[in-house]
């Protein structure tokens, strides 16, 4: 039981090149959540997903877009990537309803870098 | 506009001391608040408090919420340098499903 895994773990980029961040969880949740994080700005959420097929914007969606394919996998996507986007993305899985404990699980962390 | 805030934004204590960390929310549709640990990576979770849970215990860590102050405290006993890391409070909604983070309060502990 592998729990939130992410990658790749590092990247830097160019600005203007995009890129995909892969989220996988294996604890059949239903929700799970993209969040970025700065110094001194706390977590972010940028995008986060219900269920499979379905997509919403957080606080913080520009420059992001997602796609939820397969229950288990939640991908990331900067299409043009800008300095502004430098950070820690972190994903997160939760399951809902009766029953369930709504707590997050969090993946390790990808640290991007735009230069 | 939702948000959550903690205090102190940073705090610095020796071994053995006890801390009191603080978080207060402007959430709409409170369901739940959530406490994590972050040591340099991802957050791990440590407390979860509801209106029919609003006290936690676990060792030396207790948490509280006061749903009419719209707070809670997370209070650290006897501390050890292991408890060096940021704490962040969280809060998610009953309706919609999204959850407020602070923006965590940096705890260290020096020998």
């Known amino acids: 039981n592998a729990g939130v895994t992410q990658t790749p773990k590092f990247r830097v980029l160019k600005t203007g090149q995009s890129m995909t961040l892969l989220c996988a969880q294996d604890?059949?949740?239903?929700?799970m959540y993209w969040y970025r994080q700065d110094p001194g700005m706390g977590l972010r959420l940028i995008h986060y997903?219900?269920?499979?097929?379905t997509t919403a914007k957080g606080e913080v969606p520009d420059g992001y877009n997602v796609s939820r394919l397969k229950k288990q996998n939640f991908l990331l996507g900067l299409e043009s990537a800008a300095p502004s986007q430098t950070s820690v993305y972190f994903c997160?899985?939760?399951?809902w309803g009766a029953g369930s404990s709504y707590e997050q699980y969090f993946g390790p962390g990808t640290r991007l870098t735009v230069t | 506009e939702d948000k959550v805030v903690q205090s102190p934004l940073s705090l610095v204590v020796h071994e053995g001391d006890t801390v009191t960390l603080n978080c207060s929310y402007e959430?709409?549709?409170?369901?739940?608040l959530l406490w994590y640990k972050q040591e340099k990576k991802a957050p791990t979770f440590l407390f979860m408090l509801?209106?029919?849970?609003i006290e936690k215990k676990s060792g030396r860590l207790s948490s509280i919420l006061d749903k009419k102050e719209l707070s809670s405290i997370l209070n650290i006993t006897a501390t050890q340098t292991g408890d060096s890391a940021i704490y962040l409070c969280?809060?998610?909604?009953?309706?919609?499903?999204?959850?407020?983070f602070g923006t965590g309060t940096s705890l260290t502990v020096i020998p």
């Open positions: 997160a899985s939760s399951s």
């Open positions: 959430v709409t549709n409170f369901r739940s």
């Open positions: 509801t209106s029919s849970g």
């Open positions: 969280a809060v998610a909604q009953r309706t919609g499903n999204q959850f407020y």
């Open positions: 604890m059949n949740h239903e929700y």
């Open positions: 997903s219900v269920g499979e097929g």
